[in-house]
């Protein structure tokens, strides 16, 4: 597509419930990151993929976080047994190998209740 | 490590007036710099960039220099309109990955 699609773009879960958040990057980007925006905040780090290759997962607050893109396109964020301090905005972002030309998602507003 | 302040918000002007919205960062080695901008329910736009000293960034209006000295990018425009009306992210680059300010809210008044 023209753009970073994500889904869904709201989600409300239960705390103790697994959710799973879905990116399309623009078709042909290498680079893909995943970015928690907590209300008020900037986006934060969580992880980046060149094709299929998870590089750098560093920013994942716990262990309970997971991604993936199994065949570098496609990336799926995973949060088990959902707190309510996980509730932001995820934005995925994508790019084209060594272009700062990145386009983010408009993001998945998760709410843990 | 790497850290990007940006001034505090929300700023609030009225149509027409300059705007400059405050940047500076901390960093090792020399890091590309960018504003991204976030309209209400949407993701971040790129607003601009600057991937050396002394460059100057420049979209709708708005610009941005890259001051090593100062260690600042501060982003001004000389006169905004209401649909500028948008939370602002100044943002360092280094390596492959993004450090975000927190935002500054921006609103403009008819």
């Known amino acids: 597509g023209a753009g970073v699609s994500q889904s869904p773009r709201y989600k409300v879960a239960k705390r103790g419930q697994d959710v799973a958040l879905r990116c399309d990057p623009i078709?042909?980007?290498?680079?893909l990151f995943w970015y928690q925006q907590a209300l008020g905040q900037g986006p934060e780090f969580l992880t980046y993929?060149?094709?299929?290759?998870?590089?750098?997962k560093s920013g994942l607050p716990s262990d309970r976080f997971f991604a993936e893109r199994p065949e570098g396109s496609v990336s799926t964020l995973k949060i088990q047994r959902t707190q309510q301090e996980d509730s932001a905005v995820y934005l995925c972002?994508?790019?084209?190998?060594?272009?700062?030309?990145?386009?983010f998602g408009s993001g998945t507003r998760l709410t843990v209740v | 490590g790497n850290s990007v302040t940006q001034m505090e918000g929300p700023v609030t002007l009225s149509e027409e007036a300059f705007l400059t919205i405050n940047c500076t960062y901390t960093?090792?080695?020399?890091?590309?710099l960018f504003w991204y901008v976030q309209y209400p329910g949407e993701g971040l736009q790129l607003l601009l960039k600057?991937?050396?000293?002394?460059d100057k960034g420049s979209n709708k209006g708005f610009e941005a220099t890259y001051r090593k000295e100062t260690t600042s990018f501060h982003l001004e425009k000389g006169s905004v309109q209401v649909s500028d009306s948008a939370v602002y992210f100044c943002?360092?680059?280094?390596?492959?990955?993004?450090?975000f300010g927190p935002g500054t809210r921006l609103s403009v008044l008819p």
């Open positions: 078709s042909g980007h290498v680079s």
């Open positions: 993929f060149q094709n299929e290759a998870q590089l750098d």
């Open positions: 960093a090792t080695g020399y890091p590309s």
């Open positions: 943002a360092l680059h280094y390596g492959q990955n993004f450090v």
């Open positions: 972002a994508s790019s084209a190998r060594g272009d700062y030309g990145y386009t």
């Open positions: 600057a991937t050396k000293a002394d």
